[in-house]
């Protein structure tokens, strides 16, 4: 019965720490693209400025 839990307990973890690894690098992914979208703006608007 205990070895049960302790399968049920591990299973549950490696859930967890899966979805915590797709939610952090969706995370990653998501300020990646803002980076480039900011540089992309503050390039542009730079450009506009000077030209």
């Known amino acids: 019965m205990a070895s049960g ?3 049920l307990a ?3 973890w490696l859930l967890a ?3 915590w690894l ?3 690098t969706f995370w990653l992914l998501a ?5 480039l979208a900011s540089g992309f703006y503050l390039l ?3 450009y506009i ?3």
């Open 49 to 51: 400025i000077h030209c």
């Open 5 to 7: 839990f302790w399968l």
């Open 31 to 35: 300020s990646g693209f803002w980076l």
């Open 22 to 24: 797709l939610a952090s």
């Open 17 to 19: 720490s899966g979805f």
């Open 44 to 46: 542009h608007s730079f």
């Open 10 to 12: 591990s299973g549950f």
